[in-house]
């Protein structure tokens, strides 16, 4: 399935067009760059589900993952999974898997756009972003407490706040972009996906780049309540 839009721009929010617009010549190669390919990848897709709400504006809806053995354990994702057989395509991927993760109502929710495929070589999946509006919100949970911890609507005026943005370090090397949000440390393929969709709707706001924190620190401070101002 080829990227960009899916709807005509004109046709959605006003604070999305730009994001819809743009979908069709994101420039990924950077993110291609610090995720190099790895052989016989895995098809994946997420949903970056954008929400309003009268008491904070415009969000995305986040998730938790359980803590456990598994390599994305106690990590803040999007709601999404593997492809399976019978989808069809990422679009389908990314409703059902929000569908069993969350409980949303996906009569409630317009895809508006699908993102270039990007890789993640620890799990060594092409994982697929498809961007929607959550047109009529409905409730949201941890469906399987195996799986997630919790889930969120983040509002963006949280994550565009220049003072919840920084670097982390991880102990591999990788060096990349988080987001501080109550009882979130947001980094990795997130906070990548973030980034490009923030820069590419003209939400960005000047952060410090030059702010980089190891990894295991900025998350023990989320985990102790001081992950710095989330105005």
Sequence with gaps: MSHGPLVDPDTVPPWLR????????????????????????????????????????????????????????????????????????????????????????????????????LHIPVSRFEVTPVLAHWERPSVVRAVDPAESSAVARVPLETLTEPANRFMVRHPSGFLGPAFAAPGMLVWGFTAGVLTLAFAAAGWERPWDHEDVRDLGVAWRAIDAGDGGPTT
């Design 18 to 117: 730009r994001l819809v617009r743009a979908s069709a010549e994101l420039d990924v190669s950077v993110f291609r760059t610090l995720a190099p390919f790895t052989p016989d990848p895995r098809s994946a897709a997420v949903l970056v589900l954008f929400g309003e709400d009268d008491s904070h504006g415009p969000d995305v809806l986040l998730q938790r993952r359980a803590a456990g053995d598994d390599t994305h354990s106690g990590q803040v994702s999007f709601p999404g999974g593997s492809a399976e057989a019978g989808d069809d395509g990422p679009v389908a991927t990314a409703l059902r898997e929000a569908v069993e993760e969350t409980g949303l109502d996906p009569a409630g929710v317009r895809p508006l756009a699908v993102l270039p495929e």
